[in-house]
């Protein structure tokens, strides 16, 4: 089955829902992972891309009520619950401006108390410290949600929030699009179809995206190759989105905990199948967070071409259990890519070039220098 | 074994130490040629080699620890023992340690033990290298943060909140997800005691 599938990849052929679940399904996960290699090769070669960015959730109060999360809690002044004021949310680009970050990636719950100049207000101000920033934030069911709630169309809240600097829209929220699935994990938020038609509409608008999978939980390969497939539709229609990020699910406190987290193998996996079917979207992430630096740096190999970024401080991935650090510096990042045999390529958000760097080594004293630097924050796996 | 297989061995020029290693004739050459190889050409080859010599079954050990050999040259290793990586003392990153597996596989006798140390690389990075080479996982059953379980230690069942069970055999069961999902077929050391039968390796689950 496999070597019908090669055929067909390299013969420019599109793959289809059988070949998928073949894929996801093929015993031999280094075979599925060459396959994959090759493709990201001949896009790529040896470049993989990374970036300074920088994660703020600015509340994790939320009324949606997904099983998968760890994050949200449901009102304010719940235990646990916190909305900044903007100001604080400011501050933490204004402590990094000695060394800033070149994109600001925000992602929240679904407040319903927050009035929607809070967002633009938000935004404004980042664009005010670093007029230069790249702010991409708000996921495609926040977009959903403003436009519900502060009862506008969603090309009006996109225009809105672009006017105050929203630049680009993250990939989350798209968890697993069919509503199998859907409906028993996150019932009470934006669908597929709304999800897929606020990417839509972003793209109309000149805007780029991504998008993400939330797998190793209750859906099966077929939800998942739908979910592919679903995405490289809209891919073809719009050509707007830049990369997609596999997310694994962690289930640390949340109400789908007494499930086992994916493993190594699937992450490997589903990088793979997700480099060989989607075949009009230029990147596929190894997000660190979701699958640890160690197990990103292995994806590099089976089909994966970007690491994300710095993060500095991520708190989705850290409620759910993920052993991750909460960030890495550029140099570890640079390390990580170089120990792979790849050429660690710093980006910006569109995937415009800032320094590529040699594909050598650090020398050996420049390592250990580096190593003891990073040595608290660079956990592995225990 | 597929063609895409046979391919990207060949391409890497691994065919001809696939044929020294089946004839027992591996030399210099072979082995400079295995360490300079792309990784998942090495391992797709280490991997057949796995498959030849020793089956889809793998050891599951989780008494290792005490009894370990000492470790010698790539690995720990005495003449009927396992080659046990991470080598003791040396730290890998995960595509060294991959590339340690598939070649201590490739070079070492013939259907040698290789076993890994989930304790020291994590079982994540253990799972994976099955695809590359290994044949035995060990390690000590500890509980999330790596401490010992307490005797007695009961751990709520998947799916049922309600139903505790001795942590140790509900770690198992989860050493034995980690195996099946690696499209291999899991034996514990003391295999009288195994929580499940083995599953099929034709197939992966989500």
Known sequence: MIDAIAEKVRAGERLGFDDGVALFRHPDVVAVGQLANEVRERLHGDRTYFNRNMRIEVTNVCVASCLFCSFAKLEEGAPGAHTMRVEEAWAELEARMDDPPSEIHIVNGLHPGLPFSYYEELLAGFKRIKPDIHMKCFTAVEIHFFAQHYGMTVREVLERLRRAGLDSLPGGGAEIFHPEVRSRISHDKADADEWLEVHRVAHGLGMRTNATMLYGHIETFEHRVDHLLRLRALQDETKGLQAFIPLAFHPDGNGMRNLPAPTAIDALRTVAVSRLLLDQVPHVKAYWVSMTPEVAQIALRFGADDIDGTIVHETIYKAAGSRSPAGLTSDQLVRLIQEAGRVPVERDTLYRVVREHPRAALPEAAVKVRERKAAKHLEVLS | ?206
């Open chain 2, 1 to 206: 074994m597929s063609t895409l297989v046979d391919r990207a061995i060949g391409d890497a020029g691994l065919a001809e130490v696939l044929a020294a290693r089946r004839a027992g004739t591996l030399g210099d050459t072979e082995a400079a040629r295995l360490r300079r190889a792309d990784l998942l050409a090495l391992g797709a080859l280490a991997d057949r080699v796995r498959a030849e010599e020793v089956g889809d079954e793998v050891i599951v050990d989780t008494h290792a620890g005490e009894e370990e050999p000492a470790g010698g040259a790539g690995g720990g290793h005495s003449a009927d023992g396992p080659i046990v990586l991470p080598p003791p003392g040396r730290e890998l990153t995960g595509l060294e340690l991959l590339r340690e597996v598939a070649v201590a596989r490739v070079l070492g006798p013939r259907a040698a033990r290789v076993r890994v140390d989930w304790t020291r690389c994590g079982l994540e990075l253990a799972q994976v290298a099955l695809g590359f080479g290994a044949s035995e996982l060990a390690g000590r059953i500890a509980d999330k943060r790596g401490l010992p379980l307490a005797e007695g230690q009961t751990l709520g069942v998947l799916g049922k909140k309600s139903r505790l069970e001795p942590a140790d055999l509900v770690k198992r069961r989860e050493l034995e997800g980690f195996v099946r999902r690696a499209g291999r077929t899991p034996r514990f050391d003391d295999a009288s005691e195994s929580t499940a039968a083995a599953t099929t390796p034709e197939e992966a689950t989500p």
